[in-house]
């Protein structure tokens, strides 16, 4: 599959979150077992209002079907304020014991007006390719 089919695409409220995966070998051991994936996300504000992203829950599972989830402030150090018509980009990375698995989640955001958002991350693969 391509980074393109192993990622995801969902909008939520004029916002869109657009996820897309990639393994990486050069951080990768499959002895040891480690098997790194790298993530690149963007957030488009489409909407009419500015958003502020607080917090991030993440659902990760494995290959063997072990579930881990992350929760933390922000996303990768940073409360991002996205203005209408603007997007924020990052990336970061997942480490898993298996050579592939999925994450999915929710960034829990506030609107500039002050009211609660909740902005899904539809479920996106993690694949090695040497499954």
Request: aromatic share 10%; proline share 5%; hydrophobic share 35%.
């Amino acid at each position: 599959m391509t980074a393109a089919r192993l990622g995801s695409e969902t909008v939520t409220h004029d916002i869109t979150i657009r996820v897309t995966p990639s393994y990486l070998p050069d951080q990768s051991d499959a002895d040891e077992p480690r098997y790194v994936f790298g993530y690149h996300i963007d957030v488009i504000n489409q909407g009419r209002i500015g958003i502020t992203i607080l917090s991030r829950h993440w659902i990760i599972i494995d290959a063997h079907g072990d579930v881990n989830e992350v929760e933390g402030e922000g996303v990768v150090g940073l409360q991002p304020r996205i203005a209408p018509g603007e997007s924020f980009h990052y990336g970061s990375f997942c480490p898993l014991r298996t050579e592939w698995g999925t994450m999915e989640g929710v960034y829990h955001a506030v609107t500039d007006d002050g009211d609660p958002l909740d902005l899904r991350i539809a479920r996106f693969y993690l694949a090695s390719g040497t499954e």
